[in-house]
């Protein structure tokens, strides 16, 4: 290690930088090379979400030049994105406050549109496009607010919730993509309609809390034929989602099922739910485990990119969820503990949070807004930037309980 070599929070990085070492292995991140320039600002995002600290070498670092553009490309250059067509088109609070009545409506309607299911009904594709035409306007104004929302959970409604959470997981991903809203409408309903085919398990297999025999796992697995032929008997159905019912269980190495599809075989907005379907699953309290926190299942998503989920789309997904997602609860360095309110595209690692908990974990006589991006310009100290990533109910913070409240609302 060069003699000019120095550790440095990920707050600290510039353009120009040369970052000779991580906080950890360099296989637990998508960068290319071991050793790279900092060449833009999106290279110090992507540090963020894999690194708290970097090592920095001062003889291989240079000042950037306007014209200049390294040809040392040491971050993975396919995580870039492309930009986002819509830009929030309300301030969060605003949209937290009409989003509400959006989110109650919507699960609600699709509790409603798989009760009619499994009793036999039709899938009521109207109703089910005007819930995901909902969803799509409250993510093109302000994506966080619902995404805030879909934290709320209920686990003895976990399929219904799980598809909507899906619906405007896949939206949110889409409109990242740089989407048109002709095609989030089709990707939500995709998500919306992925698992209807669970409808037509018997619900001692579909909530049984122990490990599936292996009977009774052909029997779950079978969601996805289910899912597609309710879907081709109903009239009105985007074809896209009849697809993605079947295929969202298919791996990029041909392992899934039920086709054992691989690589290209797979159509994109499969690729995508497979990825949102999973993610959310892993965050959720099921009848046969408990929630893990986003950044455990961001981890396990990136592991298994290239096998289980296209590379590309997984990278990408993790570069949007990043690792404090709107409702993550989330310990500082001083010990304070707040809740994620709004992410910062600029500085993924510093979004915006309410303060709930003093350094003891007792709860403060008045809730704070703090905008830790105020780290960067050096107006908070480094005390404020997040230790840790905590579930749902620690430390006595409930996350539903807040929603119900309008915490936000003031």
Same mark, same amino acid.
């Given at each position: 290690?060069?003699?000019?070599?120095?550790?440095?929070?990920?707050?600290?990085?510039?353009?120009?930088?040369?970052?000779?070492?991580?906080?950890?292995?360099?296989?637990?991140?998508?960068?290319?090379?071991?050793?790279?320039?900092?060449?833009?600002?999106?290279?110090?995002?992507?540090?963020?979400? =894999?690194?708290?600290?970097?090592?920095?070498?001062?003889?291989?670092?240079?000042?950037?030049?306007?014209?200049?553009?390294?040809?040392?490309?040491?971050?993975?250059?396919?995580?870039?994105?492309?930009?986002?067509?819509?830009?929030?088109?309300?301030? &969060?609070?605003?949209?937290?406050? %009409?989003?509400?009545?959006?989110? %109650?409506?919507?699960?609600? &309607?699709?509790?409603? &549109? @798989?009760?009619?299911?499994?009793?036999?009904?039709?899938?009521?594709?109207?109703?089910?496009?005007?819930?995901?035409?909902?969803?799509?306007?409250?993510?093109?104004?302000?994506?966080?607010?619902?995404?805030?929302?879909?934290?709320?959970?209920d686990e003895n409604e976990y399929?219904?919730?799980?598809?909507?959470?899906?619906?405007?997981?896949?939206?949110?991903?889409?409109?990242? !993509?740089?989407?048109?809203?002709?095609? &989030?409408?089709? #990707? $939500? /309903?995709? $998500?919306? @309609?992925?698992?209807?085919?669970?409808?037509?398990?018997?619900?001692?297999?579909?909530?049984?809390?122990?490990?599936?025999?292996?009977?009774?796992?052909?029997? /779950?697995?079978?969601?996805?034929?289910?899912? %597609?032929?309710?879907? !081709?008997?109903?009239?009105?159905? =985007?074809? $896209?989602?009849?697809?993605?019912? #079947?295929?969202?269980?298919?791996?990029?190495?041909?392992?899934? +099922?039920?086709?054992?599809?691989?690589?290209?075989?797979?159509?994109?907005?499969?690729?995508?739910?497979?990825?949102?379907?999973?993610?959310?699953?892993?965050?959720?309290?099921?009848? =046969?485990?408990?929630?893990?926190?986003?950044?455990?299942?961001?981890?396990?998503? +990136?592991?298994?990119?290239?096998?289980?989920?296209?590379?590309?789309?997984?990278?990408?997904?993790?570069?949007?969820?990043?690792?404090?997602?709107?409702?993550?609860?989330?310990?500082? =360095?001083?010990?304070?503990?707040?809740?994620v309110i709004e992410s910062n595209?600029?500085?993924?690692? !510093?979004? %915006?949070?309410?303060?709930?908990?003093?350094?003891?974990?007792?709860?403060?006589?008045?809730?704070?807004?703090?905008?830790?991006?105020?780290?960067?310009?050096?107006?908070?100290?480094?005390?404020?930037?997040?230790?840790?990533?905590?579930?749902?109910?620690?430390?006595?913070?409930? @996350?539903?309980? +807040?929603?119900?409240?309008?915490?936000?609302?003031?």
């Amino acid at each position: 290690m060069s003699s000019n070599t120095q550790k440095v929070h990920v707050s600290e990085l510039r353009v120009g930088m040369f970052v000779s070492r991580l906080d950890r292995d360099w296989l637990e991140t998508p960068f290319l090379l071991q050793g790279f320039h900092i060449e833009e600002e999106g290279d110090i995002d992507v540090i963020a979400e =894999y690194c708290q600290y970097v090592y920095i070498d001062d003889d291989k670092s240079v000042k950037p030049k306007a014209s200049e553009h390294s040809s040392n490309v040491g971050t993975a250059r396919q995580v870039r994105v492309n930009p986002n067509i819509f830009q929030p088109e309300v301030p &969060l609070e605003d949209e937290h406050r %009409r989003v509400m009545g959006t989110f %109650r409506q919507a699960r609600s &309607l699709t509790k409603t &549109l @798989l009760d009619d299911i499994r009793l036999g009904g039709a899938i009521n594709t109207e109703q089910a496009r005007h819930t995901v035409n909902e969803c799509v306007q409250s993510v093109i104004r302000h994506p966080d607010a619902l995404l805030w929302m879909s934290k709320m959970r209920d686990e003895n409604e976990y399929t219904a919730e799980h598809c909507l959470n899906v619906c405007i997981l896949a939206i949110a991903f889409g409109r990242h !993509l740089g989407m048109e809203e002709s095609e &989030l409408q089709n #990707l $939500g /309903m995709c $998500g919306l @309609l992925h698992d209807v085919g669970k409808m037509k398990i018997p619900p001692e297999i579909l909530n049984k809390p122990d490990r599936l025999t292996v009977d009774e796992m052909r029997i /779950m697995m079978a969601h996805t034929v289910h899912g %597609r032929n309710l879907l !081709l008997s109903s009239s009105g159905i =985007y074809t $896209g989602a009849i697809d993605v019912a #079947l295929s969202h269980h298919e791996r990029i190495d041909g392992k899934g +099922y039920p086709r054992q599809l691989s690589g290209n075989s797979i159509s994109r907005f499969s690729k995508i739910i497979a990825i949102v379907d999973a993610y959310d699953a892993m965050t959720a309290d099921r009848c =046969y485990q408990t929630a893990r926190t986003s950044t455990e299942a961001i981890k396990i998503i +990136y592991k298994d990119r290239g096998t289980h989920f296209d590379e590309q789309l997984a990278l990408k997904f993790l570069q949007m969820v990043g690792l404090y997602p709107a409702g993550s609860i989330v310990e500082l =360095y001083s010990g304070e503990v707040g809740m994620v309110i709004e992410s910062n595209p600029r500085y993924r690692h !510093l979004p %915006r949070i309410v303060m709930l908990r003093d350094k003891d974990k007792q709860p403060l006589p008045k809730e704070v807004m703090v905008d830790l991006s105020l780290v960067e310009k050096g107006e908070l100290s480094k005390d404020y930037l997040i230790k840790q990533v905590w579930k749902d109910k620690t430390f006595g913070i409930t @996350l539903k309980n +807040y929603l119900e409240r309008g915490l936000f609302m003031a």
